[in-house]
């Protein structure tokens, strides 16, 4: 079992940068792979990136690749999602999620999930 706690959501304008956290506590967290996923309001849950759990591979949704960095501090159980160059259309609950499968991007492939924080992006 673990437990995930999301934090540093927020209002912020169209072109700035906002830095998620998620802590991760109980069971190893070197033992996963990662996932930060966002919903708007009336769509889809969808993936937006994903770390392998040792860190040394990433991939990105396409409407975020090369806008948003996701990284992991295994120091500190905690995965990171840099958001730059941030628009209006990235307005979501921001979650993050702990799974076994190597390359996840589907729901159903995450086993553990956080409650979500809020970024608002104005233009």
């Known amino acids: 079992q673990v437990q995930l706690v999301e934090s540093g959501g927020g209002l912020v304008q169209a072109g700035g940068s906002l830095r998620l956290s998620c802590a991760a506590s109980?069971?190893?967290?070197?033992?996963?792979?990662w996932g930060w996923f966002r919903q708007a309001p009336g769509k889809e849950r969808e993936f937006v990136a994903g770390i392998h759990r040792s860190g040394g591979g990433t991939y990105y949704a396409d409407s975020v690749k090369g806008r948003f960095t996701i990284s992991r501090d295994n120091a500190k159980n905690t995965v990171l999602l840099q958001m730059n160059s941030v628009k209006p259309e990235d307005t979501a609950v921001y979650y993050c999620?702990?799974?076994?499968?190597?390359?996840?991007?589907?729901?159903?492939?995450?086993?553990?999930w956080g409650q979500g924080t809020q970024v608002t992006v104005s233009s």
């Open positions: 109980g069971r190893t967290f070197t033992s996963y792979n």
């Open positions: 999620a702990a799974g076994w499968i190597v390359g996840a991007s589907a729901r159903s492939e995450f086993a553990y």
